[in-house]
Nanobody, 115 residues
Framework: QVQLVESGGGLVQAGGSLRLFCTAR????????MGWYRQAPGKQRELVAS???????RYADSVKGRFSISRDNAKNTASLQMNSLKSDDTAVYYC?????????WGQGTQVTVSS
């Protein structure tokens, strides 16, 4: 059974930075995509950023130039560096793993940006 454990959320002032961490535990294919999604109150869950096992990245337009996703394949971890945070970035952030086993979600971590 694959499990994702997230950490790093919290409260930050607008313009500040946070770094989110995700650790994948269990057995899964080395060919996979790890990503971060977010869901604000009353809104649908949306992709923030993703990264393949080969390092290809994808970002939502709203975070390009401010957020950076990275991963360590040897440790099965992914992180999301978030800079120049805005109040619109306030949401619950979820780590996601897509592999042969399917789509796995973490429990979510709250990010709150105060203006």
């Amino acid at each position: 059974q694959v499990q994702l454990v997230e950490s790093g959320g919290g409260l930050v002032q607008a313009g500040g930075s946070l770094r989110l961490f995700c650790t994948a535990r269990g057995s899964f294919s080395s060919i996979n995509v790890m990503g971060w999604y977010r869901q604000a109150p009353g809104k649908q869950r949306e992709l923030v950023a993703s990264i393949t096992n080969t390092g290809s990245t994808r970002y939502a337009d709203s975070v390009k130039g401010r957020f950076s996703i990275s991963r360590d394949n040897a440790k099965n971890t992914a992180s999301l560096q978030m800079n120049s945070l805005k109040s619109d970035d306030t949401a619950v952030y979820y780590c996601n793993l897509q592999a042969v086993v399917g789509s796995i979600w973490g429990q979510g971590t709250q990010v709150t940006v105060s203006s």
